[in-house]
């Protein structure tokens, strides 16, 4: 059976540009095949602009890995579409799409693309939609777990159409919502026109905590993580079975190195490696978090 | 009587580039007005709604509440209601369904066309295809939960489903929504009043993140199945969503329902609104601008609210803009509107949210 792939997701926090350039250093050495560069959160996010993008993704393609350029989540202002068109008309590297204005200039310039987790698809019929619009991989969305994928998979096979490669959230914080507003900018009081690009100073979001002290929650501008590192780890066997083709790590400020040998290891082992985050309920059927009791 | 003077709008996308740019006496924004049950939507209708939104008892809508809702019989009786009095009703379809359940969709997509639906609001691509191809004369919204934020996005639906409307999420600054009229193929329809989601509609999943039950999916946010209210000895209450703490309350401190984003939570040593204060969107004083900008419908939210809230609730909105048609150039929100508003908001708060920059 054919390896599953390793994958480097779109950096959810904001990092100051020369940890982010040393971030990337290292991973062109890592064993990891695909990366994913870009802003997915927010746009007045720029110590890397959208040059310094496509630059590095050029450097890391170079290395060997396939490079994918996500787009932003959520697109209000036209300058933002400017910068989605320029990174449709780089032309080098497929585009994470992660919105439907993502899907349509993909679409109108022959992109080809992956569903990134925020554009729901929920069925194979979208899927197959989205295959004639030229997706290649799917990321499905955070909550949807293995009997979900499982029916899919059936139904696309019933149909008579071909899976694109099934790239599954492995590891990581999972990003549950996207607002217009800032949520850092909230908490620390300043307008988010005067944002000061405060987010920089959370290098792994902004902890949320329940009244009672439980840590729920992470802040990171407009979008909400839940505070748990989920890892699928033990599960890697079930994804095997699944046909799953990528696993998804999202990157953190700290251990990321580790966390992709482990993972490296895992994916070559027949057993499965010992959970060392949270379990994801979701990929379970039940609610992502887990239950107060079992903390 | 009111003069109907409504659909110049809301026809097909071309309608919209010949009507005028400016407020005139033959254009004016459709009034779409929540329908929860059938009293809800006889309400609507005798209060001024153009249209009234409604959707089934299941989960193919994303109110799906207990004790909310339409049978076949109601619906159709329903609709016979508002078209005697020759107003139209859309049919909410506008969850995910997954593979296994797509046959209960495209079911209730049957059934909207039978009944005579004016259009269906949905936001699932395959929802949306099969409608496109089976019942290509039934209209096709796209819902607040297909998250179309653009004019690319719009296109797409435009060109993949021949959608005739879209519905804007509550996430665009009033700036935005103007651009966006501009460059959209199809008219638009943006929230007028009623309960903020603060997230990006279609994808929030705080509430299946905590208890499972999922808005794209099952229809329902933070269920009230899963609250737990607490009374402590003191006379302080704290509420519970699936056994995480989303708020405590003082004796005789107002206590609103206990969705995630509107909880209080601790952040950097503090306690407060991390998310979002208990507060309802109330855009009256934008009328103007929003009629100007070429939208072609304002919604009111709240198909889980009561006869009363949808009676009062449209009288307002309807005198509204009855009295901007009548004399656009001298009109003015009424403080008399604003206070029927705020006493339907919850914690009697209103806000122009993300219309607003300042709210951002």
């Known amino acids: 059976m054919e390896m599953m792939k390793l994958s480097l997701g779109p950096l959810q926090y904001f990092w100051p540009r020369e940890h982010t350039l040393a971030f990337y250093r290292e991973a062109a050495d890592w064993p990891v095949d695909i990366i994913y560069l870009g802003e997915t959160v927010c746009s007045k996010r720029r110590e890397l602009g959208t040059r310094d993008w496509i630059v590095l993704a050029a450097e890391l393609a170079r290395s060997g890995k396939q490079v994918v350029l996500s787009s932003l989540a959520l697109i209000e202002a036209e300058s933002e579409l400017g910068v989605l068109q320029r990174l449709v008309d780089h032309g080098d590297c497929w585009i994470e799409a992660n919105d439907l204005s993502a899907v349509q200039l993909c679409r109108e310039r022959g992109v080809p693309f992956v569903a990134g987790p925020t554009l729901n698809v929920y069925n194979h ?11 290649r991989r799917w990321v499905p969305g955070v909550e949807q777990g293995h009997v ?22 492995a590891f990581g914080r999972l990003p549950l919502a996207f607002s217009a507003r800032c949520f850092t900018a909230r908490a620390l009081d300043v307008a988010k026109d005067q944002c000061g690009f ?7 979001g902004m902890p949320l905590a329940t009244r009672e002290g439980r840590p729920f929650l992470r802040i990171n501008g407009i979008q909400i993580q839940g505070e748990e590192i989920t890892d699928l780890g033990p599960e890697l066997p079930q994804l095997r079975e699944l046909g799953v083709d990528v696993l998804r790590l999202y990157p953190q400020a700290e251990g990321m190195a580790e966390m992709v040998a482990h993972y490296h290891l895992a994916r070559r082992s027949p057993v499965a490696p010992p959970r060392i985050g949270a379990r994801n309920g979701y990929w379970h059927g039940e609610p992502g978090m887990r239950a107060p009791e079992t903390t | 009587m009111r003069v109907q003077l409504i659909h110049v709008n809301a026809g097909t996308g071309n309608d919209r580039h010949d009507a005028p740019r400016t407020p005139s006496f033959e254009v004016l924004m459709q009034l779409v007005c929540p329908a929860g049950n059938l009293p809800a939507l006889q309400a609507a209708i005798d209060a001024g709604a153009d249209a009234v939104y409604a959707g089934f008892r299941d989960q193919t809508n ?96 435009h060109e993949r489903f021949g959608i005739s409307r879209a519905v804007l999420p509550r996430v ?13 193929p199809v008219p638009l329809e943006v929230f007028a009043f009623g309960s903020l989601c603060i997230m990006v509609e279609g994808r929030c999943q705080l509430s299946s993140y905590v208890t499972g039950a999922s808005p794209n999916r099952h229809g329902v946010c933070s269920p009230a199945s899963f609250v737990r209210w607490e009374e402590h000895d003191d006379g302080r209450r704290s509420v519970r969503l699936n056994q995480v703490l989303m708020d405590r309350f003082e004796p005789r401190e107002p ?44 919604k009111i939210e709240g198909r889980q609210r009561g006869v009363a809230y949808v009676g009062s609730v449209t009288r307002t909105w309807r005198d509204a803009l009855d009295r901007y048609r009548a004399s656009p150039q001298d009109w003015s929100a009424q403080p008399r509107w604003q206070s029927a508003l705020s006493k339907h908001a919850e914690g009697h708060q209103t806000t122009l949210g993300p219309y607003h920059r300042s709210w951002h």
Not at chain 2, 172 to 184: A, F, M, P
Not at chain 2, 269 to 293: D, K, M, V, Y
Request: net charge negative.
């Open chain 1, 125 to 135: 019929h979208a899927l197959a939609m989205l295959m004639e619009d030229g997706l």
């Open chain 1, 148 to 169: 979900l994928l499982r029916e899919l998979r059936e139904a696309m096979r019933a149909e008579q159409c071909e899976m694109p490669e099934l790239e599954v959230i």
């Open chain 1, 198 to 204: 405060r987010c920089i100073d959370y290098p792994d």
């Open chain 2, 62 to 157: 994303a109110r799906a509440f207990p004790g909310l809702n339409f049978s076949d019989d109601e619906l159709r009786d329903g609709i016979a209601y508002a078209h005697q009095r020759g107003r139209q009703v859309y049919l909410a379809l506008n969850t995910y369904p997954d593979s296994a359940r797509l046959p209960q969709w495209y079911a209730a997509v049957d059934k909207a066309a039978e009944f005579g639906c004016d259009a269906i609001i949905a936001a699932e691509m395959a929802v949306l295809d099969y409608a496109t191809r089976t019942h290509p004369a039934l209209k096709r919204h796209l819902s607040v939960q297909g998250s179309a934020t653009t004019a690319p996005a719009l296109r797409y639906a």
């Open chain 2, 172 to 184: 665009l600054s009033i700036q935005q929504v103007e651009r966006l009229c501009e460059g959209s």
């Open chain 2, 255 to 298: 206590a609103g329902y206990p969705t995630v984003c509107k909880g209080r939570f601790e952040v950097g040593g503090e306690i407060f609104h991390a998310l979002e204060e208990p507060t309802s969107l109330n855009t009256l004083e934008l009328l103007p601008r929003l009629a100007q900008a070429g939208v072609a419908a304002l």
